[in-house]
């Protein structure tokens, strides 16, 4: 027989289900509790992302990369559309580097929990942990994509200023901008799936309306305050201000953009939580 | 304190129906609906027969260290309550208390990624069903020899057989470690050697003194494993107590006898969806309706359903089981490969799916007829393993001159031949 440890006097935590109604607490600690699982999936994302291509991990310089010539050709070349004073291919590159984390997070986190929903509908924890491990996965791409910027700033004899310091600073704030709308679209795309759709041009518009193959400064006077509502604007911005050193120090208007990137968080975090109780049944 | 592992009072579980049915609103709707809601308000009483309760003021406690069987009739609520207490899905009403660490088992291989090799998916899966990192690495290799899948451990479970691919996700499993154990039916997987080995394994984790709360179909299983039992009947606990007594209540009981099945809304459940089952019925050779076959004549099971849209890659399952479970044939309508290309997409209306059971097959017994229709590895639309009984009567059979009760379940004519044996 085999009556062991299992026997032995352990401290038995107790757990109580009950039918929850309205808002609930964001319980952040049982995140905590299943952080290991948040690092699988990560795991799991960047093992799986690049299997059974050719070219591998290359897709996450290549994609930058071609936008960046694109871009240089029809709005450096052609258009030719103010850089701030940068050569164009690395001014549209410091900004596609940030928008490429934002977007490709906002897109996997909002189709991850209808991905993921064999997970929800069989086994416990806290549904958060799907987005958050999505939009994290993609600062591996990122991190990659990054070694090419280095090579382009010595290949333009460009010197990163005193700044640069503050760079993780504006990754954290396109990681949070990304976050927060995904939180919201994950949950909404759980009862209607037309969100699933709507994300390509969603992340379309957001693009134009980001200052990514063009300067912030065309954009003036009152606009700017409303221009300052998009976080991924701050997030540009200081990408410019501590790599190339661009006219774009952050000021009132990166402090609206991380206002509204935390406030959009915040809201999308409360109702997660609160959606997530009837994921199960209507994923 | 109280010795109680799990304790549950007055649960209650309401579904919409047309939650999963229709799969997902539109935005559309949900405006037209905010639009119509003060009119919709009115018709309250109308919109409250749009529901469904899968549990209804449940009540019950499991003792620290028992094994408590479940067993119901499709759509009883047996899976909704184990949702529940693996806190899958919300209550609507009543409470439930675990006391001590919970790990639940309503589907092995969850999280499996076919692109990842064993090694990776048995870390994964570890971690989704709540295992730390080194308690993972501790049981790595106990899971992989229980697995018998040593020689592939660093292939992509995508190029697995599919008995591996269970056999590894049930290991895994297997060794999950909790206080309260809540498992699904996850031994009806794989050959008949792998789900001894499996149930060895629950029976193991009875002994150790763990709290176990155990659905099944398998009335043999719930037999061996279980000293006590309930039983639910649409949403309501109607019966607990010694396994034997329960299992043979809910045995003669329920079963229609007339040869014919035909099944209510609730019977069918939300997740049916497009896919309707009209009847299952059982025909002697010349196509009445009956409850008895003869062992020594055909006989055709069909089953008449209707799909509401379009369904591809549909498959119409029957399993034929003895009366406590043990399954005899599975048996698929489109098995064939030539029906499975002409088959491949199915427009929606009504279909009979009908098969042939051969004469000299069965032998004298009572036997179940189980029905599934599924899109294989996309969606399972419905499901009855215990749909139909009926009786198998003997009379021609081979060997009826010896007035005894011939064992095993099948009862084929043989092609015996005696001969002079001349050794030289």
Not at chain 1, 110 to 128: A, D, E
Not at chain 1, 161 to 171: G, S
Not at chain 2, 10 to 24: A, D, M, N, P
Not at chain 2, 138 to 150: L, M, Q, S, T
Request: aromatic share 10%; net charge positive.
């Amino acid at each position: 027989m085999t009556v062991s440890q299992s026997l032995a006097p352990v401290k038995t935590e107790t757990l109580v289900i009950r039918p929850a109604r309205g808002w609930s607490a964001l319980n952040l600690r049982d995140l905590w509790v299943y952080r290991e699982l948040v690092y699988f999936l990560i795991w799991r994302d960047v093992k799986v992302r690049y299997k059974q291509t050719a070219l591998g991990a290359a897709w996450a310089i290549l994609q930058p990369l071609l936008q960046m010539i694109v871009f240089t050709l029809l709005f450096g070349n052609l258009a030719q559309l103010d850089s701030d004073g940068a050569p164009y291919p690395i001014f549209a590159y410091t900004a596609l580097l940030p928008w490429g984390l934002f977007s490709k997070a906002l897109a996997d986190a909002g189709r991850s929990l209808v991905l993921n929903r064999t997970m929800i509908t069989k086994v416990y924890f806290p549904r958060l942990i799907i987005p958050i491990a999505s939009v994290i996965s993609g600062l591996v791409d990122f991190a990659i994509a990054f070694v090419v910027l280095l090579g382009l700033m010595v290949y333009f004899g460009v010197r990163p200023t005193p700044a640069v310091w503050t760079l993780p600073f504006f990754v954290l704030l396109a990681l949070i901008s990304a976050l927060g709308a995904g939180l919201w679209l994950s949950a909404l795309n759980v009862i209607y799936r037309d969100v699933g759709y709507t994300i390509p041009f969603l992340t379309q518009f957001w693009f134009f309306l980001t200052p990514i193959v063009y300067s912030s400064q065309e954009v003036s006077g009152t606009w700017q305050w409303l221009y300052a509502l998009n976080p991924m604007v701050g997030v540009v911005d200081g990408f410019r201000w501590a790599l190339l050193g661009t006219d774009s120090a952050p000021g009132t208007m990166a402090a609206i953009s991380a206002g509204i990137a935390i406030l959009v968080l915040i809201s999308g975090l409360f109702y997660f939580r609160r959606m997530e109780r009837t994921f199960a049944d209507q994923v | 304190m109280t010795s109680s592992a799990i304790q549950v009072a007055h649960l209650s579980k309401q579904y919409r129906i047309g939650e999963q049915v229709e799969k997902y609103q539109t935005f559309r709707e949900a405006v037209s609906r905010l639009w119509k809601a003060p009119i919709r308000r009115l018709r309250r009483g109308r919109e409250e027969r749009r529901t469904i309760w899968a549990l209804q003021d449940v009540t019950f406690e499991v003792e620290r260290g028992q094994v408590l069987g479940v067993i119901g009739r499709n759509g009883a609520g047996k899976s909704t309550l184990l949702k529940i207490l693996s806190r899958v899905t919300d209550p609507t009403g009543g409470e439930v208390r675990l006391n001590g660490r919970v790990g639940s088992l309503l589907e092995v291989g969850t999280g499996f990624h076919p692109e990842l090799t064993g090694r990776e998916n048995i870390s994964l899966n570890g971690a989704i069903l709540g295992m730390k990192r080194g308690e993972i690495e501790r049981k790595f290799d106990e899971i992989v020899e229980f697995a018998g899948v040593e020689t592939f451990i660093d292939t992509p479970v995508k190029r697995y057989s599919s008995g591996m691919y269970l056999r590894l996700a049930f290991a895994v499993a297997a060794h999950l470690e909790p206080e309260i154990l809540v498992v699904d039916e996850v031994l009806a997987v794989g050959d008949a050697e792998f789900q001894r080995k499996c149930l060895g394994k629950m029976d193991d984790v009875a002994r150790q003194g763990r709290t176990v709360l155990f659905v099944s179909h398998n009335m043999s299983a719930i037999l061996q494993l279980t000293q006590e039992t309930i039983l639910l009947e649409a949403g309501r606990l109607t019966q607990r107590g010694p396994s034997a007594a329960v299992v043979d209540n809910y045995l003669a009981a329920g079963f229609a006898q007339s040869g014919e099945r035909v099944w209510t809304e609730a019977e069918i459940g939300p997740q049916a969806g497009l896919f309707h089952p009209l009847g299952l019925r059982l025909r002697d050779r010349n196509g009445r309706i009956v409850d008895t076959l003869r062992s020594t004549e055909p006989a055709t099971i069909e089953i008449a359903y209707r799909l509401d849209r379009p369904v591809n890659a549909l498959r119409i399952g029957i399993y034929l089981a003895t009366l406590r479970g043990e399954l005899i044939i599975t048996s698929f309508d489109t098995d064939d490969p030539d029906l499975y290309q002409r088959f491949a997409a199915r427009p929606a209306g009504s279909y009979i799916s009908r098969c042939t059971i051969p004469a000299d097959l069965l032998n004298e017994g009572r036997y179940v007829i189980g029905v599934n229709a599924s899109s294989f590895r996309i969606q399972r639309y419905f499901q009855d393993e215990r749909a139909l009984a009926f009786n198998v009567d003997p009379t021609g059979a081979p060997g009826m001159h010896w007035p005894e009760q011939r064992l095993g379940m099948i009862r084929p004519r043989l092609d015996w031949k005696i001969e002079p044996y001349a050794a030289d």
